[in-house]
Structure formats: C-alpha cells, structure tokens
C-alpha cells in the first residue's frame, strides 16, 4: 500500500466525540498517517452542551503554518472541518496553499450547520469566507442547509432532484470540482448521498434511522477520506462511508441515552473491512 500522510484541521472538542476526537481515529484506522492542526479547543462541541469553554486558536495558524514550510514539511491529503474563526479561513487557504503534496486531495467539509441553522459559534460573515474555501475543494461535502447558506438558496425539507442538481450547480460555481451533498432523502424512512463527480451524479440511498445523533456528518467525512486516500473511488467511498455512519448510529442506539456523538469506535473493525 502506498502510504499517505494527510492533514485534517477541525477543533478539539474535548468531550463530544466529534471534529479531531473522530478524524483522528477513524482517518488512522484506515491506514493513514493523520496530522492535525486543531482551529480551536473547546471543552465540549457546542451542540446540546451549554457554558462550553472555546480557546480560538486562529492566531497560532501563521507561525504554524511558518514552520511547516521551513521543514518543507507536505500533505498528500488535506480535510477541513469545523473552523474557528472567519479570519482562520483565510490562513486556512494559506496552509492549502504551502503545504499540498503535488497531487494533494483536498477535502473540505463547511462544517458550520445544519437542520436549517447555523451552529451557534457562526455568523454570515463566516459563511462569506467559507465560500472562498469552496474554490480550493476537490470534494466539498455539505450537508443541505450548508449546502443552502453557501449558495444563498432556501432551505427545504421537501424537494426533488432539481433541487438537489441547482445546489449542486450552484457550490461548483464557487469553485468546487466535486461535491457530495449528505442527508439527501427523496423518500420516507430512507436518506442517502449524491456524488457529483466529473459532470455526473450518482445516489446513493441507505436506511434512515430515527433519532438525530450529533456528529455523524464529521464520521461520514473522515471515513470518506479514509477511502479515498486507500485508492477507492469517491463513489466507493461516499458508500462505505455511508455504511459506515449507519453502523455506528444502530451500535449507538444501543444505549437511547447516547445522543452527544455516536459510538463509531467498535465498529472501526466494519470501516477496514470496507477497505
Ligand atoms: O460536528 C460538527 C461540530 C464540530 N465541532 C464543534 C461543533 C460541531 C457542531 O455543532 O459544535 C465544536
């Protein structure tokens, strides 16, 4: 196997399995050296916790990223996640653009919402920035209200294709090559992926399980760069990725009261079997 060193920048929440605490895990378990570069550490992740401690760690990113380059220091993969700040986003892009690998896999995922809101820490200005990341994504993988802010479309519960292939349209004018919109769901009982890849798109339908659990799209997004960087298709991995995400939510159901992150770490071993 070839082996591959990648990149991932999100925050540390210290308890809520989500962001670093999930990437690291899931992105090493696919055979995967997994650098970090945390955009913030909070002390838990900001979604059902109230009084949450937030250490804003935008400031750190130039001497960082200064060092880096100095080493000569590359990634041959680098994912994005949830950011700390709009003024991050732009050192952000500096990163991409000193330390991508000839050949470099960059993935962005704009964590900032979801079910029609944004998270509490973001406002339109970060949303303005998020869209500049936009340009450097090979993947972008939205979920539909993000997919929504970054396009200035409406959020909607019910729609069809159309809607879904004007999203799409819409996040590759802002630069995007590929996009993998998630939580994609024509049918009752029933959610999936779309993968717009090379002018094309293909779905992806799987079970929908009851009950929102936090942190599923940071699962979906590392075991899709998992795959990718394993030499999968992004259509392959957008499928393992999403078996993967309704593994941990059934072993998360096991206990009704686990709603804060799922738990993705005993079926790591189902992850490298897709593999
Ligand atoms: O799962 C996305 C996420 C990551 N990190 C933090 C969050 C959230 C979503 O709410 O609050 C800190």
New binding site residues.
């Given amino acids: 196997m070839n082996y591959k060193r990648i990149l991932t920048i ?2 540390i ?1 210290c308890v ?1 399995q ?2 670093l605490t999930v990437a690291l895990p899931i992105i090493s378990a696919c055979g995967i050296e997994t650098s970090v570069l945390p955009s913030a550490v ?1 002390s838990t ?3 059902g916790f109230t009084g949450f401690t937030c250490r804003d760690l935008t400031d750190d990113m130039p001497d960082i990223c200064a060092h880096w380059k100095k080493e000569g220091i590359t990634f041959d993969g680098i994912y994005t ?2 950011l700390g700040s709009a003024k991050q986003i732009e050192y952000v892009k500096n990163i991409v653009d000193a330390t991508a690998a000839e050949g470099c896999l960059v993935v962005v995922d704009p ?1 900032m919402a979801d079910n029609g809101k944004l ?1 509490p ?1 973001f406002d339109i200005d970060f949303v303005a920035e998020m869209k500049k990341l936009c340009a450097d994504a090979d993947y972008l993988l939205p979920n539909i209200t993000e997919a929504c802010f970054l396009t200035d479309m409406e959020y909607r519960t019910n729609y069809d294709s159309a809607y879904i292939d004007e999203l799409i349209k819409k996040l590759c004018s802002l630069g995007a090559k590929n996009v993998i919109i998630t939580g994609v769901s024509y049918k009752e009982g029933h959610t999936g992926v779309v993968v717009f890849e090379n002018g094309e798109s293909q779905y992806y339908e799987h079970r929908q399980i009851a009950g929102g659990i ?2 599923t ?2 699962i979906y997004a590392s075991a899709f760069v998992g795959a990718k960087l394993r030499g999968k298709t992004a259509f392959e991995a957008a499928k393992i990725a999403a078996d993967y995400v309704v593994e941990c939510i059934m072993e998360s159901k096991k206990d009704p009261n686990h709603t804060y992150g799922a738990r993705f770490e005993p079926v790591l071993g189902k992850l490298i079997s897709m593999l």
């Fill in positions: 999100q925050d929440s809520g989500c962001s909070l992740h900001t979604a996640g949830y964590a998270y820490a936090h942190g799209g940071d």
